[in-house]
């Protein structure tokens, strides 16, 4: 059984700092492109940084600068530092496995609920 299980979400004043950790289960973790999306109320859900299984790192240009994305093999764990965070970053935060290659899977955690605001 796949798992992934967001963790870290919570209330921070603008300004302020939150890390984000995935933890996943049941999957060869070392061999998934994983990442971090975010979806505010009324939006689509949106690409917020990917580290790819080779450790390639790319962000959406909104928090270029302001977040990193690293992943742990041994702990099987995804993590997202946020820094500077902006009352625009307030959205429900989801941890993605993806596999790329002939047989492309996705798995999708439940999501962790960011709100910046003072």
């Known amino acids: 059984q796949v798992q992934l299980v967001e963790s870290g979400g919570g209330l921070v004043q603008p300004g302020g700092s939150l890390r984000l950790s995935c933890a996943v289960s049941?999957?060869?973790?070392?061999?998934?492109?994983m990442g971090w999306y975010r979806q505010a109320p009324g939006k689509q859900r949106e690409l917020v940084a990917v580290?790819?299984?080779?450790?390639?790192?790319n962000y959406a240009d909104s928090v270029k600068g302001r977040f990193t994305i690293s992943r742990d093999g041994a702990k099987r764990t995804v993590y997202l530092q946020m820094n500077s965070l902006k009352p625009e970053d307030t959205a429900v935060y989801y941890c993605?496995?993806?596999?790329?290659?002939?047989?492309?899977?996705?798995?999708w955690g439940q999501g962790t609920q960011v709100t910046v605001s003072s």
């Open positions: 993605n496995a993806h596999l790329t290659g002939p047989f492309p899977r996705d798995f």
């Open positions: 049941g999957v060869i973790f070392s061999i998934y492109d």
């Open positions: 580290i790819t299984s080779g450790g390639s790192r």
